[in-house]
């Protein structure tokens, strides 16, 4: 029969606690990292949408390159190409349509979310430089939305009714 002193029982008791914790911890950062990937993956599919929408004349890039978004660390590069040609797209779009009241169509935006992106890996700074990206990305799709919209309208307009 083994007897075991107080201490070898609080280190016993610990020691499984200790792993529950972590085991814990893991399958949070899990589960969070699957939710970050699938809000990436639902982010990609509306931009590849929004380049899909406008006629490809005025394309300034193709809606399927928009998943390179999803390789890691080339998509703080990747963002500098994405947000400004979709903007860029939509511009020369509105103006072929001769319409002047979209203004820049978001590039301004797009490029403060790309910069602020970058500097979200920056240490200390890069807490605060990822919430203004998150904010910015936000703002910059529900602009997308819109123009993609207006885009609908305009092309249901132009057909002829039955």
């Not at 080339?74 to 190409?81: A, C, E, G, L, T």
Request: charged share 10%; glycine share 10%; with cysteine.
């Amino acid at each position: 029969m083994t007897f075991f002193n107080q201490g070898q029982l609080l280190a016993a008791a610990n020691f499984g606690r200790d792993e529950l914790l972590a085991g814990g911890i893991f399958l949070f950062i899990g589960i969070f990292l699957l939710v970050m990937l699938g809000i990436s993956i639902a982010v990609c599919f509306f931009l590849s949408s929004c380049f899909r929408r406008i006629p490809p004349p005025h394309r300034q890039q193709e809606p399927g390159l928009v998943f390179l978004l999803l390789i890691p660390c080339f998509n703080i590069v990747w963002n500098f190409f994405v947000y400004p040609k979709l903007a860029d797209s939509f511009a020369s779009y509105f103006r072929a349509q001769g319409r002047t009241d979209v203004g820049d169509c978001g590039r301004g935006i797009g490029m403060a979310y790309c910069v602020c992106a970058v500097c979200g890996v920056i240490p200390y700074l890069g807490l605060l430089a990822s919430l203004a990206a998150l904010i910015l990305l936000i703002i910059f799709l529900v602009k997308a939305a819109d123009l993609k919209g207006q885009i609908a309208l305009v092309e249901a307009q132009a057909q002829p009714s039955v």
